[in-house]
């Protein structure tokens, strides 16, 4: 399987992207996935986007940048994480 490349990103690229990168890897490792993320603010996600497989991000983006976007914030609330790490794990799969 090819290593894929996860485009994290939030407002500043620094807090929550920080979290949901953590909580990525940490699934990734369970499931013996190797991975490598990016993490960047919103705002730079149109730089980053062409070498990304996906992209995840704690706010709504208005464009995709012609990649699957993952809406990771319940892994800041922990109200839907389970669903958010599975939907991450799949498309890391894929």
Known sequence: MRKKTILVACGTGIATSTV??????????????????????????????????FIVTTTILKDSFGKKSINALPLITGIGEEQVLKEIIEEIKK
């Open 20 to 53: 949901v990168t953590e909580k990525i890897l940490e699934a990734a490792k369970k499931e013996n996935l190797d991975v490598n993320i990016i993490q960047c603010k919103v705002s730079e996600i149109k730089s980053y986007a062409e070498d990304a497989d």
